[in-house]
């Protein structure tokens, strides 16, 4: 190999480790970084679907059979 392409090779390797790493944690903190849900998650007792409504609703309608249901809890 001529010196210009080893010194290409040894300027290019650090360069290309920095842009991996970079896209390696940019996917790691995507996968820690969760969105935060503001609405209540609600179950039907007559038609049993599960949906989820506003944070301020205390009842909400069903929209499958329009049965008011209070929130779920796990």
């Given at each position: 190999?001529?010196?210009?392409?080893?010194i290409?090779?040894?300027?290019?390797?650090?360069?290309?480790?920095?842009?991996g790493?970079?896209?390696?944690?940019?996917?790691?903190?995507?996968?820690?970084?969760?969105?935060?849900?503001?609405?209540?998650?609600?179950r039907?007792?007559?038609?049993k679907?599960?949906?989820?409504?506003?944070?301020?609703?205390?009842?909400?309608?069903?929209?499958?059979?329009?049965?008011?249901?209070?929130?779920?809890?796990?």
């Amino acid at each position: 190999m001529k010196t210009d392409e080893l010194i290409m090779l040894y300027a290019l390797i650090p360069v290309v480790a920095i842009i991996g790493y970079y896209f390696y944690f940019a996917k790691r903190r995507k996968q820690f970084t969760k969105p935060v849900t503001t609405e209540k998650i609600f179950r039907c007792v007559n038609c049993k679907m599960v949906y989820t409504d506003d944070e301020d609703v205390g009842l909400s309608p069903c929209p499958n059979c329009g049965t008011t249901n209070e929130e779920f809890k796990f």
